[in-house]
């Protein structure tokens, strides 16, 4: 009689070093508007073609990028791990501004990956190019298998630049806004962002995965927040912006309001450093060690 295995099992320290499917994607103007439609962010500077410059691109379009870039071909697809994954954190570090026009190739790569409490934790580190071969952002799209282990010792090809940090955040916030989600926010970021997972949508989906409802992409909590931190610290201008880290906490769920609270700004030198936080509908976190820096 063969043993039933139940858990996520064993992870692959050979995955790592793997590249993931290449892909291209002009940044028109319906694309630009549509990514900003995708959080409800009214800043005409996304909208206004017409306008001196031409539009501003949000930040948090990198994420609709890295989705549609996050194939691994030449993988066999890990059916028993796969329910235990989560998203645990990600790191965008700009090295100049998305543009009306560019042609943004994205590539992904497992970098690393280590054995920690919870499971084990993988970095995914993908590079966003445009057509002259210039370095337009990186964005790690970390997460963890719950309850899995490593096959080996911990492997890192590529290590992770240190997070900003601060040893003063005040007790009270500095700002804070709140934000209604929708009943049809899931729906709305999934079509505007072009990121479909039916966890998002779909109850039955959701439910059927352990969760009590539909759920708020992640991302998208993530981008409601840098909005906030744009239009509050940044003068709305999105093309200030050189990083945004945070850590994927609590849920969110549609028919809820949650929280942005900038917890310290602190000038760097030439840049501003914001944390902030973001709490869900029962005041839990939603976004934790949130931090974005700009000039």
Not at 87 to 108: I, K
Not at 139 to 160: C, K, M, Q, V
Not at 179 to 194: K, L, N, R, S, V
Not at 252 to 273: G, S
């Amino acid at each position: 009689m063969s043993e039933t295995t139940t858990g996520p099992g064993e992870i692959s320290t050979q995955d790592v070093g793997n590249y993931t499917v290449a892909k291209t994607v002009l940044l028109d103007t319906r694309r630009i508007m549509a990514y900003a439609a995708s959080i409800n962010d009214a800043n005409e500077a996304y909208f206004d073609d017409t306008r001196a410059g031409g539009l501003n691109v949000h930040p948090g379009v990198c994420f609709s990028l890295q989705w549609n870039s996050r194939f691994h071909i030449d993988l066999p697809p890990n059916y028993r791990a796969a329910p235990y994954g989560v998203h645990a954190e990600t790191d965008l570090r700009m090295q100049q501004p998305f543009r009306p026009g560019d042609a943004v190739t994205t590539q992904g790569r497992i970098v690393a990956r280590r054995q920690i409490g919870p499971g084990v934790y993988t970095v995914e580190r993908y590079r966003m190019s445009n057509g002259q071969g210039e370095l337009i952002a990186e964005l790690d799209y970390n997460g963890i298998i719950r309850g899995a282990t490593l096959d080996n010792n911990d492997i890192e090809l590529e290590s992770s630049p240190p997070q900003p940090t601060c040893d003063q955040l005040s007790d009270k916030p500095i700002w804070s806004e709140e934000i209604f989600i929708p009943i049809h926010a899931g729906q709305q970021y999934t079509e505007c962002a072009d990121i479909f997972n039916p966890i998002h949508t779909e109850p039955s989906v959701a439910k059927a995965a352990g969760l009590p409802d539909i759920i708020l992409h992640g991302s998208a909590t993530k981008a409601l927040a840098l909005t906030q931190v744009i239009n509050h610290c940044f003068d709305g201008d999105a093309r200030r912006i050189k990083r945004l880290c945070g850590q994927l906490r609590g849920m969110v769920f549609m028919n809820t309001t949650i929280r942005v609270e900038c917890l310290a700004i602190r000038a760097n030198n030439d840049e501003q450093q914001v944390f902030f936080r973001v709490l869900n509908h029962d005041n839990q976190l939603a976004i934790a060690n949130g931090v974005v820096v700009g000039t």
